[in-house]
């Protein structure tokens, strides 16, 4: 038992007992401090990320994304679905200059675990109706270190071909997530299909851009949304947002 004198002899001599409870509000006092300082420093340094990925990558309005914020959109979708699903190979088709193949490749870098193969023939204007609003960029010579930026290059691989061209080369490539958004025609994004289901793996997911966009762009016909409408999987949702674009997401539950 304690007494008052034996408790002020404590105070006086710095015993352990006095220097651990003032420890341990020092401590506390600094916790209280240090979290609203690193909340607000993670913060800007995710800001700052997202607006390399948003300038340097291309990101545009068709992906939700919100400039003055730098929120990444339909990004953020495919980043937390990667990081939860976990995928080991992932197939990204068209790009105009790498957004959401950067994110795909981010995500699987923060996994530490899987890869991207990325497929754009690299159409610019010269390739009317089939470019898409692509500006040649994948065949330019510094193309294949567009991903070092952010230290992405392990994580992704280019191809400049087209998705018939890359099939009949990597024949035996199955797939977990499978993004589509190159030929937008109905004809394209039908054949585009058409060769990737078969490289889904079951319970995979395929994702499609675009699947509200209507109109032309670069003398070709938007026709995403005709075939998502014919699709007559269950297993699908649609993001019908923006009203220029949209995302939709079917899973592979049946081989």
Known sequence: MHTKKGLLQQRKTGDKP????????????????????LITLHSILTALLN??????????EGQNIKHPSMFLGFGSLHYSLIRNIKPKHILCIGSRKGFVPSILALACQHN????????DPGYDIRNKGKNWSGVG?????LAKYHFQT??????????????????????????EYIYIDGDHSYEGVKKDFMLLWPKLRKHGLMVFHDVVAKGTLDNGKFGVKKF???????????FPFPKTSGLGIIQKIYL
């Open 228 to 238: 998502w409408k014919e699709l007559k999987i269950k297993e699908k949702i649609i």
């Open 150 to 175: 952010i230290h992405l290059q392990q994580w992704i691989s280019l191809y400049v071909m087209t998705t018939e061209e890359f099939i009949l080369s990597h024949q035996k490539g199955i797939y």
């Open 112 to 119: 530490n675990f899987g890869h991207v193969d990325f497929v």
């Open 137 to 141: 960029f994948w065949k330019k010579p």
């Open 18 to 37: 006095v220097w651990k409870t003032v420890s341990h509000k020092i401590k506390t006092v600094c916790i209280f401090i240090s979290w609203p300082l």
């Open 51 to 60: 607006g390399i990925l948003i300038k340097r990558y291309s990101g545009d």
